[in-house]
């Protein structure tokens, strides 16, 4: 199992940029695909960004390609979520979690969540 902690969220205007941090407990960190996820006020959780184990692949959601970077450090058993040109609708908590590909898309791994990270975008 992995346990996270998920930080660097804050209040951004319009086309500024966030780093996100996913400090993640466990020896067996770095043979997960890892991924961020985010929920919306009254939204489902939904599926933001995934990383292979050695950081060679990675997926997004159509809507922040091209804005967003997912890398991970396996040493320090961390994974990132570089954004930038962020948008209002980018407005969310923002979770990470492994990941697993179900259909065509990706899902949770573990049933449990961390606390997440609030990113506030201002138009």
């Known amino acids: 199992q992995v346990h996270v902690v998920e930080s660097g969220g804050g209040l951004v205007q319009a086309g500024g940029s966030l780093r996100l941090s996913c400090a993640a407990s466990?020896?067996?960190?770095?043979?997960?695909?890892m991924g961020w996820f985010r929920q919306a006020p009254g939204k489902e959780r939904e599926f933001v960004a995934a990383i292979n184990w050695s950081g060679g692949s990675t997926f997004y959601k159509d809507s922040v390609k091209g804005r967003f970077t997912i890398s991970r450090d396996n040493a320090k058993n961390t994974v990132y979520l570089q954004m930038n040109s962020l948008k209002p609708e980018d407005t969310a908590v923002y979770y990470c979690n492994a990941v697993k590909r179900a259909g065509g898309t990706w899902e949770p791994l573990f049933d449990f969540w961390g606390q997440g990270t609030q990113v506030t975008v201002s138009s």
């Open positions: 466990g020896r067996t960190f770095s043979s997960y695909i």
